[in-house]
């Protein structure tokens, strides 16, 4: 039985080797050109060029895979090299062809594009607050939702990139509504630069002319500076003060907590009382920033476990139809007016309080300094942040956060006592409270 290779250094005198097969056909790959094949059957030797590409279903939207085929010449009527030579102007014949069937169904909308980055990021396990912020950035009017219905390619030519530098001004001067400025302008940006490379990427969206050009091309993003709102040794007391004269113990305990855990705002929103551990003194973060991937447990202190303890009994009195289930369960009475689907949860955009010196993201940074006055080690104050240790294989990649448990416990104790003693050193007359 005679042997056909799947690829090979086609010649001439080898193909004319090759006898005609009894049923059937048989393709060999040309080690030399890419793309290109001979086809061997019952009755001829034939050239054709074919390549794999990924096209888009156009009732899904997802990509799938599909071999494009076309035949070009006989043998031996085309030898080898004159069937090289054919071969790349055949074969972009044939994607052309079969990207004009495709039609506009390879080019979404920011809309579509959006939806298929989404199911790739849940996919992936990402958290449900990086999906949020980039939903709140493509699907809002006074963001980027006024292109929701409009065909990504078009925000890649010249009248579309410099309607999206013209855009991002304008979000940044606070002309397209409520919650513009600087940062969202740049936010927005960004997440149209992602969603678009995504969708070219997956072959959702053409090719721009220019391969140079993108949506965001013209943008020139606005200065971020890094926020200083951390608070030093001096300010605790003051929080303290302003803490204890919170009306709202349910959102007066997160905010607490926040400071005592150094937990993310977002993450602790999400946090349930099936997360906490008591008898094994941890606090389960299933699904912080970065994922489930990044998943990890925060030890509990004796003040954090009275904290979790007073944020359940004020719950019970505020939110009794949420107070079993969530741990720092929202306001019902801030919800939109007219909207049933109140779920019991906090929003992850109104963790600042304004009554307190200090809140939300700036209690993580104030966290961080607590770290250093408590002596804790770099490397365990990164854990327990849930820090990024990318790069670093001594601390990030040998060892395991359960096999120094202990000593994340201790560290922890070492910064809510620090904490504890520096904000009871109140001004004289406040009223005390126990931790």
Not at 82 to 107: F, I, M, N, V, W
Request: with cysteine.
């Amino acid at each position: 039985m005679n042997k056909y290779p799947s690829k090979a250094h086609l010649t001439d005198a080898m193909i004319a080797k090759l006898p005609l097969l009894a049923s059937g056909q048989k393709l060999i790959a040309d080690a030399k050109q890419p793309g290109l094949y001979l086809k061997i059957g019952k009755t001829a030797k034939s050239w054709c060029v074919q390549r794999e590409v990924q096209l888009i279903d156009p009732e899904t939207l997802k990509p799938k895979r599909q071999t494009v085929r076309r035949a070009f010449g006989s043998y031996p009527e085309l030898g080898v090299k004159e069937a090289r030579d054919a071969a790349p102007a055949a074969l972009a014949e044939a994607l052309q062809e079969k990207g004009s069937q495709q039609g506009d169904r390879r080019d979404v909308t920011l809309a579509e594009g959006w939806r298929l980055y989404r199911s790739a990021l849940e996919k992936q396990g990402k958290s449900a607050a990086t999906v949020y912020a980039y939903r709140n950035a493509v699907e809002t009017d006074h963001l980027l939702g006024i292109w929701r219905d409009r065909p990504l390619s078009e925000l890649a030519t010249e009248t579309g990139m410099n309607a999206v530098a013209a855009r991002h001004e304008k979000i940044t001067n606070g002309e397209t509504g409520k919650g513009g400025g600087a940062y969202a302008a740049n936010g927005a940006m960004r997440t149209l630069r992602v969603v678009y490379n995504w969708c070219r990427k997956m072959g959702y969206t053409p090719a721009p002319a220019d391969p140079e050009h993108h949506p965001t091309l013209r943008v020139i993003y606005n200065p971020e500076e890094a926020r200083e709102d951390a608070m030093s040794r001096l300010d605790l007391p003051g929080w303290w003060e302003a803490y204890q004269g919170m009306s709202n113990r349910v959102r007066a305990e997160f905010q607490l907590f926040l400071l005592l855990s150094g937990m993310r705002s977002g993450s602790l929103v999400d946090a349930r009382w099936e997360h906490v551990d008591v008898r094994g003194r941890r606090f389960q973060v299933p699904a912080p920033k970065g994922g489930k991937a990044k998943a990890y447990d925060v030890p509990l202190t004796r003040p954090m476990l009275a904290c979790l303890a007073r944020a359940r009994r004020a719950a019970r009195v505020r939110s009794p139809n949420f107070a079993d289930r969530i741990i720092f369960p929202g306001d019902a009475t801030k919800a939109k007016r007219g909207s049933n689907s109140f779920t019991g949860q906090m929003s992850k955009f109104a963790t600042k309080e304004p009554k307190l010196p200090c809140s939300g993201h700036g209690l993580r940074h104030t966290y961080r300094n607590a770290c250093i006055w408590a002596g804790v080690e770099e490397s365990l104050s990164k854990k327990l942040m849930n820090h990024s240790q990318k790069g670093d294989i001594h601390s990030g990649t040998y060892g395991s956060r359960e096999g120094i448990a202990p000593d994340l416990l201790d560290a922890q104790e070492r910064i809510s006592s620090t904490l504890m003693d520096l904000l009871r050193q109140q001004k004289e007359g406040a009223r005390p409270m126990a931790a």
